[in-house]
């Protein structure tokens, strides 16, 4: 090959010297002198090829009498069919792509002694300065060229799918005439069934998503003889080059799928449709272009599930899941943002993946659950309204992450029942409880910290899980009470509390005296207080006209008035 170019370079040096020094030397056969070869060949044109070149007729003196950029538009024609001169037939032969030619035709294999009317003398000799553009076979079908295959491919393009591409539409010889990248956005469409031209049903087939491959295609499959002048200069008789990646793929007939389940071993309860989730996500495009994440926001995502909240893949993804387990959803837009997309991120007519970590769940009727670990054989006092109770307790949450324990202080956390100390769901849990009991508790959100949570410790609409241990159970007093006699009221109660006889009970010999009565057993505070509060607030009920002093008068109208219910 490389000695067969430097033969004919030789020679047409030869001949040019000959021109210039004496008198033109007739040809046998054409001249072939490449101007221009491409690094590249691809292809080279064989007899009964179909080719569009460009061409300026020149006679061996330079003088232009034809030249095909002059009419604005290529030679199209077969090669080796005797529908050009005979040597332009051979010429054309052999030649690449964008390969340039200056090719010297004697007359014998021209228009001989004829000539052509008034434009070609007889017994010319022609040069023609050929370049060609595309080459294409009425044999050919669509050439697929994959230059990059994904790692994956879960799946292939099927007749009917719904795909978004982007791609780089050429001409044979290179030039662009469009490309979805400029306009930056993909090209979306149904494949196999006609929405495209004929190369491009057939060149997606069987394409995975990342995959990209080069789809070369003649003119019958592509834009025909006309070509397309509406939307890009795309001329007659043109191969097409379409370099394409593939990011998306679907059908409108999908559901959601579910892959990649890791469910853990314990999995007593899936969610229902009207269950609360809180769950991450990643969520990602087909091709693995990452478009949000719960993890980034570091907050659960948070919502009900099966009550349209989310878009209806998530919907259906999410129903039937377990606590902690993962699994990837993957949504087809019409279960997801449809045509239109969302945001920035999300194109329309896009597939989204999903990977989803339940953290928990519940359901707004859930009250809280109760199991008892541990049962002491002796159980005479069971845990009541009013009781002073001392317990421990570890707190987490259900994924297992630690909240609190006392076990960590080395002391039990101290309430009053039903004084509101605690969530609405430990006063739940603790309730008929003997000491020494041990029980499992699980509190929704609802009777526990709510949507709002506690800052740092508790995230909100988090389900809370305490392992609690009743190790402390001292009786409250009735309801409403916060002093009771143990036995029956002294007759004399006045002139008892008033020690120094003065007529009067100061704050100090009321406080001595309750005091005193609780210490030798003859009345009881409620549990759990602090006593000299409620003692404060016993004499102040008293001192009537609030001078710090409780009169006998005082203290039989309080008598009189509470004779059924109070604290004295
Ligand atoms: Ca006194
Ligand atoms: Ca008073």
Redesign the pocket.
Known sequence: MIKWVQGVLCLSVLVAFAACNAPPVPLDDILIEKTFEPEQCVRSVKVGDFVRYHYIGMFPDGKKFDSSYDRGSTYNVFVGKKQLIEGMDKALVGMCINERRLVKIPPQLAYGKQGYGDIIPPDSILHFDVLLLDVWNPEDGVQINTYHTPSVCSRKVEVSDYVRYHYNGTLLDGTLFDSSHTRMRTYDTYVGIGWLIAGMDQGLLGMCVGERRIVTMPPSLGYGENGDGECSDIPGQASLVFDVVLLDLHNPRDGITVTNQMVPESCTRKTVAGDFVRYHYNGSLLDGTFFDSSYSRNRTYDTYVGRGYVIAGMDEGLIGVCVGERRTITIPPHLAYGEEGTGSKIPGSAVLVFDVHIIDFHNPSDNTAVVVTFKPEECEKQTKKGDFVKYHYNASLMDGSSIDSTYNYGKTYNIVLGANQVVPGMEDGLMDMCVGEKRHLVIPPHLGYGERGVTDEVPGSAVLVFDVELVELEEGLPEGYMFIWNDEVSPDLFAEM?????????AS?FTDYIIQQVNDGKGRLAPGFDPYRIIDNMFSNQDRNGDGKITEAEFKLKADEAAAHDEL
């Open positions: 008033d020690k120094n006889q003065d007529k009067q009970v100061e010999e």
